[in-house]
């Protein structure tokens, strides 16, 4: 499995954007990059998850290198709700259908400060 | 509406003893996942299934039996608890670009 590199930990005000990044430079061809997060006392989330281009959902932005080999999941306002850890997680794509194995590494634990 | 969920969500035992955890997912997937967090706080996958066929066994030991009576269950029994088998055990189910993880059932073996 290709590994991730996280901050083991960040900082952030509340209401203002927040920057995750994630150092995957082993990446191969076909694996996407996916992010989770884990609230305190809860299972891990899905957050958002890209190939190549940049992606954008409810949640979250992912901003992908050229050359894939760093991400940065970027959080545009911090709520006192995004604390938790923050897991950067390479998914084989060529990994049959929905079946497959997510690799965790140690994430990088988000404190929001009000 | 719970999509993924677990019982019991604590559990306390001694060691030696058998336990099961339940998991039920209502998401219509076909894919199951049981993922274990320990004390560390790491999370690593045990075993997931496909349409009840073992797919994934991440070498755990054969104390750790998964049952799928049908795909929106997949049962953990542990034979033999030990110390070490205290953790958070996660249960999950999947499509294709996104698992969904239940609560998590907290196992402290005394």
């Known amino acids: 499995d290709a590994k991730t590199t996280q901050p083991n930990s960040m900082e952030s005000n509340e209401e203002e954007p927040v920057h995750l990044p994630c150092n995957h430079s082993t990446i191969s061809g076909t694996d996407y990059i996916h992010w989770y997060r884990q609230l305190p006392s809860q299972g891990p989330e899905y957050v958002i998850h890209?190939?190549?281009s940049n992606v954008n959902n409810r949640m979250a932005s992912l901003a992908i290198a050229e050359d894939r080999k760093s991400s940065t999941l970027i959080l545009h306002r911090a709520t006192l709700r995004d604390a938790a850890v923050y897991y950067c997680?390479?998914?084989?794509?060529?990994?049959?259908?929905?079946?497959?194995?997510?690799?965790f590494g140690k994430g990088t634990l988000l404190t929001v400060n009000p | 509406d719970t999509a993924v969920s677990q019982t019991p969500k604590y559990l306390v035992t001694q060691m030696g003893n058998d336990k099961s955890i339940k998991c039920e997912q209502n998401?219509?997937?076909?894919?199951m996942y049981w993922y274990k967090q320990d004390s560390k706080k790491f999370l690593k996958i045990m075993f997931s299934?496909?349409?009840?066929?073992?797919?994934i066994n991440e070498t755990v030991p054969n104390r750790f039996s998964p049952k799928s009576p049908d795909k929106a269950h997949l049962n953990l029994h542990i034979n033999s608890l030990e110390l070490g088998d205290s953790a958070v055990y996660f249960c999950?189910?999947?499509?294709?670009?996104?698992?969904?993880f239940g609560p998590g059932t907290r196992l402290t073996v005394l």
């Open positions: 997680i390479l998914r084989d794509g060529n990994s049959g259908g929905s079946n497959y194995k997510l690799t």
């Open positions: 998401l219509g997937h076909d894919t």
């Open positions: 299934y496909n349409n009840k066929e073992l797919i």
């Open positions: 890209g190939l190549t």
């Open positions: 999950a189910s999947s499509q294709v670009y996104e698992q969904f």
